[in-house]
């Protein structure tokens, strides 16, 4: 009987910190203000230059929030990044949108809680066109203060049409 109940409450402590995206051991690095700068290079030798600040916070137990401007090769546009955890299917579901709910995106993601990972990917048209977004964090010990973003574009032969990284730096509170 003990070890049932040790069961459950190890089972209920899992689906609690899944659950809660601020208490999360990866979705806790998150929160804070951050900047980002990187390039993204096309199929045809195109780069697009990427510039970001935004910041990230819980949004209740099940949701995390990231808003903020993205600047590519000088438009500034503003971003916000709603991820949530879908219970049934374990694993996230993050939604893009860009200025006034356009440009809204539907990523699917998995979690690696060891690794520090998140790995994002969204189907974007016909055949194997998608988006990749592989975001792996760095940093000395608990600080965790360097995102790595590996971000690929495919078409639809599945070929790669445009790829990078994007490093993301938390700004340092005085």
Known sequence: MKTLLASLCLLACASLSAKDLGMNPLFKHYIGTWKAAGELKGENNNTLDIKEEWTGSADGDN???IRGT????????????????NEGADSYEANLTGADGSQNIHFEGHVSEVNLTFELKAITGSGQSSITITEAFAGTGEAKDVIESKVTFTGDAGQTTLEGVIKHEKEKQP
């Not at 993205?70 to 955890?85: A, E, K, L, M, V």
């Open 63 to 65: 949701s995390f929030v």
């Open 70 to 85: 993205r600047t590519i090769n000088g438009d500034t546009q503003p971003f916000q990044w709603t991820i949530t955890y």
